[in-house]
């Protein structure tokens, strides 16, 4: 063990800077009251804080720091989106996320693999070369690849044509990551506290107090605090928020499972994405292969495990791995994907004035954590809803002017 660190270990003084400070009171206002600590609202609260020094912003979270969604995703980030509207907002998440470690100056474990999504039918075939063909018109490397260019990337992979799906081809996505998904929420977390905000966990928003259509407070299972603004970023919990502040969404909420085998030494470095297989898996820097499939068969409010889901994704898992048969799993867990009817998230102005949303991130929040920060931020700050996020306001629905996004998900939803 290195010597500083025993010297750390054994010190009473612990002179390290501490990460958060300790728990204090609520002060009775805000001018911006942020609901959800998990990497959206965190990332919001740091972009108020960088870009529009807005400091007096409360951060509250009935659990802990990041805890929900952003614990149980498994971390990929690309931009090769089928419809413009979402590749030219992803592709700014991505950018952003390239240089956010020097930026924190913290590591977030960003590594960039390369993204294949497996096409195993002509009709894959014909997606993935209609996704390759707007990411590229937009700026964005991805292209179409053959059997023989998949094999030499990812000899790994089981090529055979004497499966049940044959692979065809592939989309593949040249700046598709990973990262480590708590140190990006802490990373934010550490950078808006440095800036004067406050994160309070444990604090359980219970209600709002809303005059005239506009909020003007937060009610709080530790009193209630006066504010001027109101943002809501509750992956998970957005329609039950919502209904609080008396309106609702378009949005079901589903479970999404997910799991890791023990770590076995790298022989994976791309994301490997089958739709048709209803597979995605990468491998972390620690060597454990991170893996799921699709959402649940049904609505649900509950993160529990089960055995259809692992028995259903391991047998997908050997038609493209055959050889991992004798790997065991260590840990399987499940968030819960708010979904909307065209897979594109809500971001923007709500029917209560003053009160905004970031939401229906479905199977695709984690990747688009600083972009949505960044401009929910912006439009807390300004009043104004940025053109990037506009497409994706809640009153598109009212309007008939869905962004139907068939690359939201890796897999089907
Ligand atoms: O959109 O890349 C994705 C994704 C991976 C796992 C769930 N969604």
């Known amino acids: 063990m290195p010597f500083g660190l025993l010297k750390y270990a054994l010190s009473k003084q612990y002179p390290g800077e501490r990460h958060f400070p300790a728990r204090k009171e609520l002060r009775p206002s805000y001018d911006v009251v942020i609901v959800g600590a998990g990497g959206h609202g965190l990332a919001a609260a740091y972009y108020l804080a960088r870009e529009w020094n807005i400091t007096n912003v409360a951060v509250l979270d009935k659990g802990y720091l990041a ?57 894959a075939m014909r997606t993935a070369r209609w ?67 406050e994160i309070h966990t444990h604090t359980e928003v219970t209600g709002f107090e809303i005059d005239n259509g506009r909020v003007n407070a937060v009610r709080t299972n530790r009193g209630t605090i006066k504010c001027g603004k109101v943002l809501q970023a509750v992956a998970g919990m957005t329609s039950v928020v919502a209904g609080m502040a008396g309106f609702k969404l378009p949005i079901r909420t589903i479970p999404l499972q997910a799991c890791v085998t023990e770590p076995v030494k790298p022989f994976l470095d791309p994301i490997i994405v089958s739709g048709s297989l209803h597979v995605y898996v990468s491998q972390s820097a620690r060597g454990e292969l991170v893996m799921g499939g699709s959402v649940d068969p049904y609505s649900l409010y509950n993160t529990r495990s089960t055995l259809d889901f692992k028995e259903e994704l391991i047998m997908h898992m050997l038609e493209l791995f055959p050889f991992i048969g004798r790997m065991r799993m260590l840990r399987q867990w499940a968030g819960m994907a708010d979904m909307t009817p065209d897979f594109s998230p ?34 807390v700050a300004t009043g104004k809803v940025p053109d990037l996020i506009a497409p994706f306001a809640l009153e598109r629905f009212y309007r008939f002017a869905q962004v139907g996004e068939k690359g939201a998900a890796s897999v089907g939803h």
């Open 346 to 379: 809500v971001m923007g102005e709500t029917p209560v004035q003053n009160y905004y949303i970031d939401a229906g991130w479905g199977t695709w929040g984690f990747k688009a954590t600083p972009v949505c920060g960044k401009r929910m931020a912006e439009t």
């Open 67 to 123: 805890g929900g969604n952003t614990a149980r995703n498994t971390a990929i980030i690309r931009s090769n989106y089928l419809t413009p509207e979402g590749v030219r907002f992803y592709d700014e998440s991505v950018r952003l996320y390239q240089d956010l470690a020097n930026e924190f100056d913290y590591n977030l474990m960003y590594s960039e693999r390369g993204h294949f999504t497996l096409a195993h039918t002509d009709a």
């Open 131 to 197: 996704r390759a063909e707007v990411n590229k018109h937009m700026g964005v490397k991805s292209e179409l690849v053959y059997p023989d260019e998949i094999a030499r990337i990812c000899p790994q992979l089981n090529m055979s044509r004497d499966v049940r799906y044959p692979i065809l081809g592939a989309l593949y996505h040249y700046p598709g990551a990973i990262a480590r998904h708590d140190a990006v929420a802490w990373g934010y977390a550490r950078g808006a506290h440095r800036r004067g905000v």
